[in-house]
């Protein structure tokens, strides 16, 4: 990168679900939002609170605690609580990546108009707010669908809804999903449409690269003869990537600490919050922030009839936030089988939005 930062790339860069058990919610045009499964027929049975059920909930949380170094899988930060939480940190002073993103559909918006073209469907992946897409959705040519897709019911819903009252007459097909599951979302997407998938906010990160290269080898064949925007935050200071999750209100300790509160609620274990310290960091040689939980004393939890031991000063390492550079995102895109057409970065060369092209 060159010193002088620009908001767009020099000219090599920017030529222009599985749902197990999951409850899935769809809504005809101009219908009302109702649940409805392709497996299921109506009313025949309850969805359960989340895309993935409680028993899912607990296998993975006990799989993941019982590990020599324990872990917990950031998809369960998600419950209504956890996405309020989220809500809250992107309003941080600190958290600079919603509105860099922000920023970045607002300002390419023309260019981003080109890009997707006319007609298109337009999945999103991770939906808890409808912001970004109505942004989007204003800068689409007749978009012909919005799907958003997303773990937390009660989010989606609320994300479904807001866009269908700001876009009277666009067909807007909610689904609740995990969608870092392995089963293909096809049955839920129009075979007709060119589909245009948004994966915003550099949810990317949470991924480990290898998992990032098969994530996106998955979207790039969903979305094959259409294309992907995606945002991904930027390597940077440390001090301001920390600084980013370790907002001075603790909204971030809030958000890590509600995997176990929602563990109490949702499963009757007997986690004590507070007696976990919020911990995160930057470890600039995997460019990724890992934000963990420190037991803060020797104690025991229980969860679904185990006993989980926690010495004191031990971690739960409950999420990875990984930071890629420009052409390393853009190559990682490439081996994906993605062609990178359009890379964006703020002024201040913090977060990055791309085009990237799934070939017909
Ligand atoms: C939604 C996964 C992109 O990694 O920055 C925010 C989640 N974790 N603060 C991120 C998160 C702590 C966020 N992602």
């Known amino acids: 990168m060159t010193d002088k930062r620009e908001d767009t790339m020099p000219a090599g860069w920017s030529q222009l679900a599985g749902f197990p058990g999951g409850g899935i919610f769809g809504r005809g045009r101009r219908g009302r939002l109702a649940p409805l499964s392709a497996s299921r027929p109506a009313g025949a049975a309850k969805p359960p609170a989340g895309a993935v059920g ?3 909930f607990a296998r993975e949380l006990l799989a993941g605690l019982q590990q020599p170094r ?11 609580c956890g996405a309020a939480l989220f809500e809250q940190i992107c309003a941080q002073p600190e958290y600079y990546l919603t509105r860099a993103e922000l920023s970045l559909l607002t300002r390419h918006a023309t260019r981003l108009t080109e890009c997707i073209g006319d007609d298109a469907e337009l999945i999103e992946f991770g939906a808890s707010s409808p912001v ?7 800068v689409m040519r007749q978009p012909a669908a919005y799907v958003p897709v997303d773990i937390s019911g009660g989010a989606l819903l609320e994300t479904a809804g807001a866009i269908s009252t700001a876009f009277p007459g666009l067909d807007v097909r909610p689904l609740m999903a995990d969608y870092t599951g392995d089963t293909a979302l096809t049955h839920a997407l129009d075979p007709k449409r060119r589909r245009v998938g948004f994966f915003p906010g550099s949810s990317l ?7 990032a290269l098969a994530f996106l080898i998955r979207l790039r064949k969903l979305l094959q003869g259409g294309g992907l925007l995606i945002g991904v935050d930027l390597v940077k200071d440390p001090t301001r990537l920390h600084a980013a999750y370790n907002d001075a209100a603790g909204a971030t300790a809030a958000f890590n600490r509600n995997v176990l509160v929602r563990a109490n609620r949702e499963l009757g ?4 919050p507070e007696q976990f310290a919020h911990y995160a960091f930057y470890d600039p040689v995997a460019r990724r922030i890992e934000m963990h939980l420190v037991s803060l004393c020797d104690q025991d939890a229980h969860v679904a009839g185990r006993t989980l031991h926690f010495d004191e000063g031990e971690s739960i390492r409950t999420e990875y936030s990984h930071k890629y550079t420009v052409p390393d995102f853009r190559a990682l895109a490439t081996r994906a089988g993605f062609r990178p057409r359009l890379s964006v970065i703020d002024s201040e060369g913090l977060f990055s939005l791309h085009w990237l092209e799934s070939p017909a």
């Open 54 to 56: 409680r028993t899912a």
């Open 70 to 80: 324990k872990t917990t899988p950031c998809k369960y930060f998600y419950d209504a």
């Open 132 to 138: 970004k897409a109505s942004v989007l959705l204003h």
């Open 205 to 211: 990160g949470n991924f480990e690269p290898d998992e």
């Open 269 to 272: 274990a007997d986690f004590r």
